[in-house]
Structure formats: structure tokens, C-alpha cells
């Protein structure tokens, strides 16, 4: 009996061993296919990601290099205003010493203090006003340099984008690749960034943008030019004041003052013609009498004595005589209006100066944003470049025990987004008040200060449909 049951516990284990064994290898095929699917997918998705920032980034560089050189230009164009108004400073500091000097020179002992002065004051005219006109020539050359590089920059940031789009993907994943035909909204995105959410703005293109434009408060050539005139300084928005004791005084029944009047003025010469920087310095003395007549008795105006005068302009494109208001110069017309008469007569032209530069700023459609739209990007890898079970030859078929290997366009396809987005350092700000604005308003997007910087950003169900629907057809 006992060998009889022995008898029956005999024979083979090996097809039950197979089966486990066959199971087993499924697991481990499974877990290797499931592992480089994850492997490859992240890998994947982060060479998409870095892409899309770095095409973000470029055009924030953009951004932030054209908002430096508006800055410089405004710089330059303000520098330009205080030369041409240094030059009719000195201009009306001589004059007024040769008019002294005609009334005082004959006093003796005051005479000769008088004359000396007029020779002191006129030797620092004759030099001053050479390197006066060398300066305006230089900064026109600098802004001409300013209008080029922004030009450079602009179009070699466009075309950046494309070669280190590339060059990024496949420093990040060689077998990974950048379809352009995957790609066109890329495309569109990267040409709305240079050529849509920014423009170049220029005298001649306000013009013919005129009625399109007609609900919006200004051009941007013009909100430029505002800029401009906001940012000099005091000596050259305004140099009027008038002078104390002695030079104003009242002693019955006399009264007199002395006004200084002047300042640097943008000349606008016409719709296609490039602007004018011009200056004028007045100094004149007033006197008033009280004096009675049949209407009463009452001070009786003042009566303008010219003490001194000088006007400069910046080229020839403008004629000081013609040109300006009661308000201009320090309302110089207003306050001192024989020396004004005088100092546009004796007008002098300093450098040659062609007007305020085409320059890139946002457009219309950006204006009161903050941020672009999406910078999408779109990487595939092939499927035979995944390394997974379905790529190794196991005789004359390919061993595929994994359904969801199997990928939409026999490829991996990854879809990232980015935007460029403009913001003050709030951090900076935490620490010091410097970067945040005196004001406190809110600031929108602009091609005036240099905050623009890169965030990456969550896809649309629209752009997703859209990398769907290309990668299901290609």
C-alpha cells in the first residue's frame, strides 16, 4: 500500500513550471515597458518644458533689452534738451554782459570790473558752444545706434528662437525631436510675440494709422514724445524765476522786477518731418509807475527793458519765430516778451539733430496686459527610440505582450506652455522701496521698464485638441 501511494505522487512539474515561469516573465516585461514609458515620458515632458521656457525667455530678453535702450533714448533726447539750452544760456549770459558793459564800461573803476567780466564771459561762450554742438552731434549718433540695435536684437531674437528651439531639444533628449509639422502653433505664437504683441513705431506709421486709431487717446509715437518732455529736468523743462531784492523792489511811487525766463522745447515740424529741440533764455527788467489820469490813479503797467537774450535750435528744420506759444520756454513770450522777440531774431543752430527715432513698443492689442498668451511646444520621440519590449527581435516577431505600449502615431508626444509676464520685484520691494513706484498705481505691461520676466503656464483644452488632432493625422 505504501509503495502504491507512492507510485501515484510520481511524475513531471515542468509545464506548471513553464506556465509560472511564463507569468513571472510578463511581470517582468510588464514593469520594464511600464518603467521606460515613465522614464521616457518625464524626460520627454521636461525637454518640452525647457523649450517652451526658453523661448519665453528669449522674448523676455527682448522685452527687457528694448525697454533698457527706450530708457536710453529718452536719456539721450533729454541730454539734447539741456546742450541746446546750456547753449542759449550762455548765449543770453554774453549778451547781457555786452549790455552791461555798453551802459557801465564808461563809469570809471566800475568800468573796468564791467569790461572784464563781458571779456571773461564772452571767451567762455566762444568755447563752450563748439563742444555744446560736438555733444548734440554725438547723442543724435547715439540714438541713431539705440534705433539700429533695437532692430538687431528684434530680429535676431526671432530667429533664435527657431535655431536654439532645436539645439535645446536635442541637448535634452537626443532621440527627441522637434516636428514643425506638430508645430503650428509654435509658430503662430512665436510671430504673434515679435510681430503682434509688439510693433515698431515711427512718425510715418501714426499718420497712416490715423482713423483706425481714432477711439484711442494717442499714438505711441506721440505717448513717447510725452514721455520725453515728462522726463527732463528742471533746467530744461523750466529756468524761470524772478530775481530778489535789488533786482525787484518797490519804492513808492516806483516798482520793478526782474524776470529770468526760459527752456528747452520739442518742435514738432509737420506729420513726415522729423522733430526740433529748441531753447530760449530771456532776463529783462520791469518797471511800473503809479500815476493818475482821468480813469484814476493806479499802477500803470510795466515797461519791459531787454537785459539779455539768447535762442538755440538743434538744426534748421524750425524757426523759433515762427513757431511756440505764450506757454513755451518758460512762457519766456509771456513774462519777457521783447527779448523773446529778440532772441528768436538772433536764433542760432547747434548740431544737426534728425528727430526722435522709430522704436519698438507694445501694440494696441496689448495694451492693459500683463502677460502673452501661451508659447506652446510640441516634442515627439519615436516609438522604436523608446527601448521597450516591442523594439527587441525575438525571432520573427517582435515580443508586444503590453496593449498600452502602443502609442498614438506609433510616437511620444509631449505639449508644454509658457508665457512672458510682466511684474515688479515684489521681493526687492519687500526690502526697499526703490523698485516700487511712488505713485502706487498699478502698472501694466510696457516697453518702458525692464520687469518682464518667464513662468510656465498650463496648456488650453483648445491647444490640446488641436497636438491631438495633428498627431492622430501625421
Not at 419 to 447: C, F, I
Request: a positive charge; one cysteine or more.
Amino acid at each position: 500500500m505504501k509503495h502504491g501511494r507512492m507510485l501515484k505522487q510520481q511524475g513531471q512539474a515542468m509545464v506548471l513550471s513553464l506556465i509560472l515561469m511564463s507569468f513571472a516573465l510578463m511581470v517582468v516585461i510588464f514593469s520594464f515597458n511600464a518603467s521606460q514609458l515613465n522614464l521616457n515620458s518625464t524626460r520627454l515632458q521636461n525637454t518640452a518644458d525647457n523649450t517652451a521656457y526658453s523661448i519665453a525667455t528669449i522674448a523676455a530678453r527682448d522685452f527687457n533689452f528694448k525697454a533698457y535702450t527706450n530708457r536710453a533714448s529718452v536719456a539721450n533726447q533729454v541730454a539734447i534738451a539741456q546742450m541746446v539750452g546750456l547753449s542759449s544760456w550762455f548765449n543770453m549770459t554774453d549778451r547781457f554782459a555786452q549790455n552791461a558793459c555798453t551802459a557801465l564800461c564808461w563809469v570809471p573803476y566800475l568800468g573796468s570790473v564791467v569790461s572784464a567780466i563781458n571779456s571773461a564771459v564772452g571767451a567762455v561762450n566762444n568755447v563752450a558752444q563748439p563742444i555744446l554742438e560736438a555733444m548734440i552731434y554725438a547723442e543724435d549718433i547715439i540714438l541713431r545706434t539705440l534705433a539700429v540695435s533695437q532692430d538687431i536684437v528684434h530680429y535676431g531674437g526671432l530667429t533664435a528662437t527657431m535655431t536654439a528651439s532645436e539645439d535645446i531639444v536635442r541637448a535634452n533628449d537626443p532621440d527627441a525631436r522637434l516636428d514643425l509639422l506638430q508645430n503650428p502653433q509654435m509658430m503662430q505664437d512665436i510671430r504673434d510675440l515679435w510681430f503682434n504683441f509688439q510693433k515698431k513705431h515711427s512718425r510715418n506709421n501714426q499718420n497712416s494709422n490715423r482713423f483706425r486709431r481714432s477711439n484711442s487717446n494717442s499714438s505711441q509715437f506721440q505717448d513717447f514724445i510725452g514721455v520725453t518732455l515728462n522726463s527732463r529736468d528742471s533746467f530744461s523743462k523750466s529756468r524761470t524765476y524772478k530775481l530778489g531784492f535789488p533786482w525787484s523792489f518797490s519804492a513808492f511811487p516806483l516798482r520793478w522786477k526782474t524776470h529770468k525766463a526760459g527752456g528747452s522745447e520739442l518742435i514738432s515740424n509737420g506729420n513726415n518731418e522729423a522733430e526740433t529741440w529748441t531753447s530760449m533764455d530771456t532776463i529783462s527788467f520791469h518797471l511800473s509807475k503809479f500815476r493818475c489820469s482821468w480813469s484814476g490813479c493806479r499802477w500803470r503797467g510795466y515797461r519791459e527793458t531787454p537785459l539779455g537774450w539768447g535762442a538755440t535750435r538743434s538744426d534748421n528744420r524750425a524757426n523759433i519765430q515762427r513757431v511756440g506759444n505764450s506757454s513755451t520756454w518758460g512762457s519766456s513770450r509771456r513774462k519777457n516778451s521783447w527779448a523773446s522777440w529778440l532772441a528768436a531774431s538772433n536764433q542760432e543752430t547747434r548740431g544737426s539733430y534728425n528727430g526722435v527715432r522709430p522704436f519698438y513698443g507694445l501694440s494696441d492689442q496689448a495694451n492693459a496686459k500683463n502677460q502673452t498668451e501661451n508659447i506652446t511646444v510640441v516634442v515627439s520621440k519615436s516609438q522604436q527610440n523608446l527601448r521597450t519590449s516591442s523594439s527587441v527581435a525575438v525571432g520573427e516577431v517582435n515580443t508586444d505582450p503590453a496593449a498600452n505600449e502602443e502609442l498614438l502615431g506609433d510616437r511620444m508626444t509631449a505639449l508644454a506652455a509658457a508665457q512672458v509676464y510682466y511684474s515688479r520685484p515684489y521681493d526687492l520691494m519687500q526690502t526697499t522701496s526703490a523698485w516700487s513706484r511712488r505713485d502706487s498705481h498699478h502698472e501694466y505691461g510696457n516697453l518702458y521698464n525692464p520687469f518682464w520676466q518667464t513662468r510656465l503656464s498650463e496648456t488650453t483644452n483648445t491647444e490640446r485638441s488641436i497636438v491631438l488632432a495633428l498627431t492622430k493625422v501625421m
